[in-house]
């Protein structure tokens, strides 16, 4: 080995102890990312934060989670977050596509948006900055559809005629609950090809009509993340939007507890994907491209940036829960009324998290190291 090399590992190796052990210091972490990983370096050359982003907050895909890192980013980076009309509720007048005459007047000009919507790229247009990067988050279609059927189970329309509430039953004759055009029908098909601006009840032996839709995306869309690969997912995103580790920090939102989901068994998952083929195709597709993505960064430098962000993650979770990661918890035991989740029906528990009394930030420098890094 030469000396140069024994210095990175020894430098390596001192930078995780440090992280692992003391916390903070990141910068340590961050110079041997530069060493080891160029092709992750995020500033070459210092390169500003991207702050112009339309978030297509897609249902059911871990989206809340993304969400609130925006809200967050938006906080401390004095930023415009656009918002919905108070007639449209909290999102932009779904199901109905987006309109920039749903956005309230005291948030424009906006440099973010991330509500739920209905995506219409001409209208957001109107609203958002010319250089607005446009970002969404896809889930693999069978864990999604058990997910918004037990979420939506006694407000959409063709889950709530389906005899005991049966995934296996509504699978088994979808026709028989399901309408086209009735209330609430994008939860019951096709439900990410509808949030994206597509038909979801489109003939699916219409390929032509599946690629040119993809291709549409594919050229508006700067990243499309996967939920199931959701850390690297934000790898790529950090590098996207030239942020820092700091900037894509989550605590996980809107989650069930366990028991509120359902087990799929054998061929219930083929079922689902056939059901709704289209949101199959596109899946796969950007499955398939996220991870080519990945893979020309290099495996071991997204592994590696990874277990940073989950180490950097734990020890600002810590440190905001009094040294202790946060405990799920049912909405009735979250005392402070104002963090409990909604809950859909009395099937589904959604869980939260109660802010210890003393909540403080973080002491100052546990996950400030990449800042000062990046800026060098
Ligand atoms: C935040 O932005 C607003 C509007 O752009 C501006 O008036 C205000 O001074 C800014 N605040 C800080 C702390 O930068
Ligand atoms: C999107 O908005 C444009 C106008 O900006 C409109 O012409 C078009 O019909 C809209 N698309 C949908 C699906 O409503
Ligand atoms: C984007 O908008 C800015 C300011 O409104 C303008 O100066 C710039 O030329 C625009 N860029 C493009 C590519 O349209
Ligand atoms: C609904 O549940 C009842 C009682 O468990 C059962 O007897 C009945 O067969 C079920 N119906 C269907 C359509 O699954
Ligand atoms: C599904 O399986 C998990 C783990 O095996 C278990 O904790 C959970 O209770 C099961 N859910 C149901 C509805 O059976
Ligand atoms: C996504 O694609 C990767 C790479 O082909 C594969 O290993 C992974 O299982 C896929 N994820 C899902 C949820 O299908
Ligand atoms: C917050 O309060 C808890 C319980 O009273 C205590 O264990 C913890 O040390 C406190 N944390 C801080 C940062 O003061």
């Given at each position: 080995?030469?000396?140069?090399k024994?210095?990175?590992?020894?430098?390596?190796?001192?930078?995780?102890?440090?992280?692992?052990?003391?916390?903070?210091?990141?910068?340590?972490?961050m110079?041997?990312?530069?060493?080891?990983?160029?092709?992750?370096?995020?500033?070459?050359?210092?390169?500003?934060?991207?702050?112009?982003?339309?978030?297509?907050?897609?249902?059911?895909?871990?989206?809340?989670?993304?969400?609130n890192?925006?809200?967050?980013?938006?906080?401390?980076?004095?930023?415009?977050?656009?918002?919905?009309?108070?007639?449209?509720?909290?999102?932009?007048?779904?199901?109905?596509?987006?309109?920039?005459?749903f956005?309230?007047?005291?948030?424009?000009?906006?440099?973010?948006?991330?509500?739920?919507?209905?995506?219409?790229?001409?209208?957001?247009?109107?609203?958002?900055?010319?250089?607005?990067?446009?970002?969404?988050?896809?889930?693999?279609?069978?864990?999604?559809?058990?997910?918004?059927?037990?979420?939506?189970?006694?407000?959409?329309?063709?889950?709530?005629?389906?005899?005991?509430?049966?995934?296996?039953a509504?699978?088994?004759?979808?026709?028989?609950?399901?309408?086209?055009?009735?209330?609430?029908?994008?939860?019951?098909?096709?439900?990410?090809?509808?949030?994206?601006?597509?038909d979801?009840?489109?003939?699916?032996?219409?390929?032509?009509?599946?690629?040119?839709?993809?291709?549409?995306?594919?050229?508006?869309?700067?990243?499309?993340?996967?939920?199931?690969?959701?850390?690297?997912?934000?790898?790529?995103?950090?590098?996207?939007?030239?942020?820092?580790?700091?900037?894509?920090?989550?605590?996980?939102l809107?989650?069930?507890?366990?028991?509120?989901?359902?087990?799929?068994?054998?061929?219930?998952?083929?079922?689902?994907?056939d059901?709704?083929?289209?949101?199959?195709?596109?899946?796969?597709h950007?499955?398939?491209?996220?991870?080519?993505?990945?893979?020309?960064?290099?495996?071991?430098?997204?592994?590696?940036?990874?277990?940073?962000?989950?180490?950097?993650?734990?020890?600002?979770?810590?440190?905001?829960?009094?040294?202790?990661?946060?405990?799920?918890?049912?909405?009735?035991?979250?005392?402070?009324?104002?963090?409990?989740?909604?809950?859909?029906?009395?099937?589904?528990?959604?869980?939260?998290?109660?802010?210890?009394?003393?909540?403080?930030?973080?002491?100052?420098?546990?996950?400030?190291?990449?800042?000062?890094?990046?800026?060098?």
């Amino acid at each position: 080995m030469s000396q140069k090399k024994v210095f990175v590992v020894l430098l390596a190796v001192s930078s995780v102890s440090l992280l692992l052990h003391r916390g903070g210091h990141l910068i340590w972490t961050m110079k041997v990312f530069r060493l080891d990983c160029p092709s992750l370096q995020v500033h070459p050359s210092p390169k500003p934060k991207h702050t112009s982003i339309a978030f297509l907050k897609t249902h059911k895909t871990a989206s809340s989670t993304v969400q609130n890192l925006l809200f967050r980013f938006a906080e401390r980076h004095n930023l415009t977050v656009a918002l919905p009309y108070q007639s449209c509720d909290h999102q932009f007048c779904y199901p109905r596509p987006f309109s920039a005459r749903f956005v309230h007047p005291h948030t424009v000009p906006p440099r973010i948006i991330t509500n739920h919507m209905r995506f219409n790229l001409s209208e957001l247009r109107r609203v958002m900055p010319n250089d607005t990067l446009y970002v969404t988050i896809l889930r693999e279609p069978a864990s999604m559809f058990e997910s918004l059927f037990s979420y939506y189970n006694q407000y959409c329309q063709a889950f709530r005629h389906v005899p005991n509430g049966s995934l296996e039953a509504f699978l088994a004759d979808p026709w028989r609950y399901y309408r086209p055009d009735e209330k609430d029908s994008m939860y019951a098909r096709n439900t990410l090809t509808f949030d994206l601006g597509g038909d979801k009840d489109h003939a699916p032996s219409d390929g032509d009509y599946v690629s040119s839709f993809i291709a549409g995306i594919e050229r508006v869309f700067s990243l499309v993340m996967i939920a199931e690969h959701f850390d690297e997912s934000l790898v790529l995103l950090r590098r996207l939007l030239s942020w820092d580790l700091e900037d894509v920090l989550y605590v996980k939102l809107n989650m069930r507890t366990s028991g509120s989901k359902q087990n799929l068994s054998n061929e219930l998952p083929a079922q689902i994907r056939d059901w709704n083929a289209l949101d199959s195709r596109l899946y796969d597709h950007f499955n398939a491209s996220l991870w080519r993505q990945l893979d020309a960064l290099g495996p071991e430098c997204v592994a590696r940036e990874v277990e940073l962000l989950r180490a950097a993650r734990d020890r600002v979770v810590r440190g905001c829960f009094g040294g202790q990661l946060p405990q799920l918890r049912p909405a009735t035991q979250i005392k402070n009324k104002e963090l409990r989740p909604w809950q859909p029906s009395s099937k589904v528990d959604i869980v939260g998290y109660d802010l210890p009394p003393n909540a403080s930030r973080p002491e100052a420098g546990a996950g400030r190291g990449p800042t000062t890094s990046a800026s060098s």
